[in-house]
């Protein structure tokens, strides 16, 4: 034996920790969001799952790197099986059916939805507008430009069936959720200034004084 | 509210195919799928059908070898048979029978044929495969140390874990929301989940960072 390992610096142990329990719970929480019954929403009382509200929020919340490792890790729990996509759905048929376009969508529309929050968060003014712009730019631009094209792709569709059939019916709802989750999400940035913002930000001069 | 049991799609079993390597069963379903959307994809008519009928014929098989419970692949057939009624009658009014066909034989065939992979594979040796195939990505230089294995065997176990945690964190939001008598109110479920999940998760990351378990 000779000197013992340096000791790493306790603040980088302690993000990594941070960093890995938030994918994680961000996961769990999509799960949970997918669900839980569906809420009966608006004078029609058509219900909406709220499994796209999670995933909205994985981004708004935690940023691109740890939005998209919470959604891949909430992807590859229901593709190894487990009933967790909404309506207690699980397993690889979904890559097969005719969804697999959004669910893969999720990714790169969650990085968007990210990028667009840190973004956001850098500003103390505007935080909301901002935070409905990013998720509408990722999490309803890039996941239905996703659902579009694996219609198009799986199902045989021709572009505009697929848009009228896949995209239109869905984005009042959607619509709806967005804004729902960029008022949660600015609610967590308040509770939490240094989830995102200041990671975003860094150390900025402002913020000392 | 209970939470719905997390029960995984794997049935036990013995046959070869329980026995096959889950990384081989995935690279065939994988193989499978991209010339099925490749050759109906470039539309050539009858090729496409046969093709489809070999696939579904291929996983009725698999499924009748394993024996699979008839309540899981009828859930996989009652789930898509709305989606296939849809698309069919739409070929059929708007573009062809055999068109409709095609659509309907390989969708069916398909996500048989995925679900035969889920019914015959262990949940976790799906997600060991997956793990396995990030794996080569933690030699990257920035994002590599997150993907360490053990990192990523790691977060999907918490997050399971987690599960639970959370389920309860909801149904105390909705009710406490039910009291105010805003059921109605998706923001007044959703914001106190959200805010006590993250809270929840920085106990959880400094508890694991206490104890070493991240570097």
């Known amino acids: 034996m000779t000197t013992p390992a340096p000791v790493e610096p ?72 487990l009933p967790v996509f909404a309506g207690g759905v699980g397993g690889l048929a979904v890559l097969a059916g005719p969804t697999v376009g959004y669910i893969i969508g999720w990714l790169p529309a969650t990085f968007v ?30 996941t239905y430009l996703g659902g579009w094209l694996g219609l198009q792709l799986v199902a045989g569709l021709d572009p505009l069936a697929a848009f009228l059939g896949g995209v239109l019916p869905f984005l009042p709802g959607d619509g709806l959720k967005l804004v729902v989750a960029a008022f949660v999400a600015a609610s967590v940035h308040r509770a939490f200034p240094d989830v995102l913002a200041r990671r975003a930000a860094g150390p900025l001069p402002a913020e000392a004084s | 509210m209970r939470r719905p049991a997390l029960v995984p799609a794997h049935r036990p079993g013995t046959t070869w195919l329980h026995r096959a390597p889950a990384g081989a069963k995935l690279a065939v379903l994988a193989v499978v799928a991209v010339v099925v959307v490749v050759v109906v994809t470039a539309r050539s008519g009858d090729v496409a059908l046969l093709l489809g009928a070999a696939v579904l014929v291929m996983a009725v098989l698999g499924h009748v070898a394993v024996r699979t419970p008839r309540r899981v692949w009828g859930g996989l057939v009652v789930r898509l048979a709305p989606v296939l009624v849809v698309l069919g009658v739409y070929q059929v009014v708007l573009g062809s029978p055999w068109r409709g066909a095609e659509v309907v034989l390989d969708l069916l065939g398909l996500v048989l044929l995925a679900g035969l992979v889920t019914v015959t594979t262990p949940t976790d040796r799906l997600l060991d495969t997956i793990t396995s195939l990030v794996a080569p990505l933690q030699h990257l230089p920035r994002l590599g140390p997150h993907l360490h294995p053990d990192r990523v065997a790691l977060t999907l176990a918490l997050a399971v874990r987690s599960v639970d945690v959370l389920w309860d964190v909801a149904v105390q939001a909705r009710d406490a929301a039910r009291a105010r008598g805003r059921s109605r109110d998706v923001r007044a479920l959703v914001t106190p989940t959200v805010v006590r999940a993250v809270g929840h998760a920085r106990a959880t990351g400094d508890a694991l960072a206490a104890r070493g378990l991240v570097d």
């Open chain 1, 10 to 81: 306790a603040a980088t142990s302690r993000t990594a920790g941070r960093d890995v329990a938030l994918v994680s719970v961000f996961a769990a929480l999509i799960i949970v969001l997918a669900l839980v019954p569906a809420v009966p929403v608006g004078a029609a009382g058509v219900p909406i799952t709220l499994q796209s509200l999670g995933v909205l929020l994985a981004g708004l919340v935690l940023g691109p790197w740890r939005g998209v490792a919470a959604v891949a890790v909430y992807v590859a729990l229901g593709l190894a099986g």
């Open chain 1, 113 to 142: 939805t990210g990028v667009g929050a840190a973004l956001v968060l850098r500003r103390r003014r505007g935080r909301l507008p901002g935070l409905i712009l990013a998720g509408a730019a990722g999490g309803v631009l890039v």
